[in-house]
């Protein structure tokens, strides 16, 4: 009789052991999915801001074509960036990002962009990103600069995109 007892003493011990394992498994499983989520959110929110970023980016008035071109919001004057390139040192770490490239959206091949090729190049490295790993994020923009033809200028305009680089 005692043996039985002691038994049943012991399946209840496994029982209850074999359930709180069953539910820390069960726990740890459900955590596990809820960070995930909560790192891809978090990626996501990234990605947003980034995006936002690009868009402040391309209407400050280092980037923004302003009132001497035709289009206002979302337009950059390209002979202000390859000015604003010479001094971009001042401005490295004003939008805390780890990367700026502003790439012209009109061949496979890529010129960049210096003083000696200007305007006949399509990639400029504002912000190299020292960073292998780091995530670029862009949006599209109409790149703009005056030009002159037979003695008349005009707006010359192409269709580019910004490219920020944030890391990990």
């Known amino acids: 009789m005692q043996k039985k007892a ?4 012991q399946q209840t ?21 809820k960070l995930s989520r909560i790192r891809n959110s978090a990626e996501n929110l990234k990605e947003q801001n980034t995006l936002l970023l690009v868009s402040k980016i391309a209407n ?3 980037f923004s074509c302003g009132i001497d071109f035709e289009s206002h919001s979302n337009c950059i004057d390209f ?9 971009i040192n001042e401005y490295e770490n004003f939008w805390g990002i780890d990367g700026l490239e502003i790439r012209k959206i009109d061949s496979e091949i ?5 003083s000696s090729n200007y ?11 020292p960073k292998t790993g780091g ?11 005056k030009a002159g033809f037979s003695g008349f ?3 010359k305009c192409e269709v580019a995109k910004v490219m920020v680089a944030y890391g990990n």
Do not use: H, W
């Open 6 to 9: 002691q038994l049943k003493i």
């Open 110 to 114: 890529k010129i960049d962009c210096d």
């Open 13 to 33: 011990a496994f029982m209850l052991m074999a359930i709180t394992l069953f539910f820390v498994l069960v726990g740890i499983f459900v955590i596990g999915f």
């Open 60 to 62: 400050s008035p280092e």
């Open 119 to 129: 305007p006949d190049c399509n990639t400029l490295i504002l912000i190299p990103n």
């Open 135 to 145: 995530i670029y994020t862009g949006s599209f923009v109409s790149l703009c600069r």
């Open 153 to 155: 200028n005009y707006d």
């Open 79 to 87: 002979d202000k960036v390859m000015a604003l390139k010479k001094n």
